[in-house]
């Protein structure tokens, strides 16, 4: 599985949309990109996950760039429960045995 | 939320002893997974199961064994408990396309 790159922490005001990057240059072509989230000392909370194109849920929305080497979560009006540290995690479909792999992921700060 | 119940959630014991973590599911989901996770190290994977009785090992295996003689149970056990292994213990289901975590149970040894 590919590893992945993240900034370590990231403010966002209230309101505003939250925009968390991720660098994933090794990604081949039959991964997928994952995102979750934990909110302190609770279980990971399962965000999106998409292959090639954008997608979209009641949460948030996924950017893959078109070369899949990047992609952006967007939370699109933060709010302070969405303080949390957010994982960007790169895996193979279940059929090539590909299993979640946690890195240190981005904490975000929601200030009011 | 994803019905996933862990048992204890909380649990103190000495070095030495056998401690045993449940996991149980109503999602009547194939694949579960054990995790922990420590200040430092995020959350490593323990052992997984693809099925009744079908067990694999994960990246931090070592001291823990497993056993699923049901779709919806996932024990982990602990025959000597070292105070290497006090962490949080994550379990995860999963439909084959997302996994979805439980509670947890914070174990401590002494």
């Known amino acids: 599985d590919a590893k992945t790159t993240q900034p370590p922490s990231m403010d966002c005001a209230e309101g505003r949309a939250a925009n968390l990057p991720c660098n994933h240059s090794t990604i081949s072509g039959n991964e997928y990109v994952y995102w979750y989230r934990q909110i302190h000392s609770q279980g990971p909370q399962y965000i999106i996950h998409g292959l090639k194109n954008n997608e979209t849920n009641e949460m948030a929305s996924l950017i893959i760039t078109e070369d899949r080497k990047s992609s952006t979560l967007i939370l699109p009006h933060a709010t302070l429960r969405d303080t949390a540290v957010y994982y960007c995690i790169v895996r193979g479909g279940y059929n090539q045995g590909g299993k979640l792999i946690f890195g240190q992921g981005t904490e975000l700060s929601v200030k009011p | 939320d994803a019905g996933i119940t862990q048992s204890p959630r909380h649990k103190v014991t000495e070095t030495g002893t056998p401690v045993t973590l449940r996991c149980h599911q109503t999602e009547n989901h194939r694949y579960m997974y054990w995790y922990r996770q420590d200040p430092g190290h995020g959350l490593r994977l323990i052992h997984y199961s693809y099925g009744v009785k079908d067990t694999d090992k994960g990246e931090v295996s070592d001291g823990y064994s497993v056993s699923r003689s049901k779709t919806e149970d996932f024990l982990l056990t602990l025959e000597s408990a070292t105070s290497s292994q006090t962490s949080v213990y994550f379990c995860?289901?999963?439909?084959?396309?997302?996994?979805?975590f439980g509670p947890g149970t914070r174990l401590t040894v002494l």
């Open positions: 995860a289901i999963s439909d084959g396309a997302t996994e979805f």
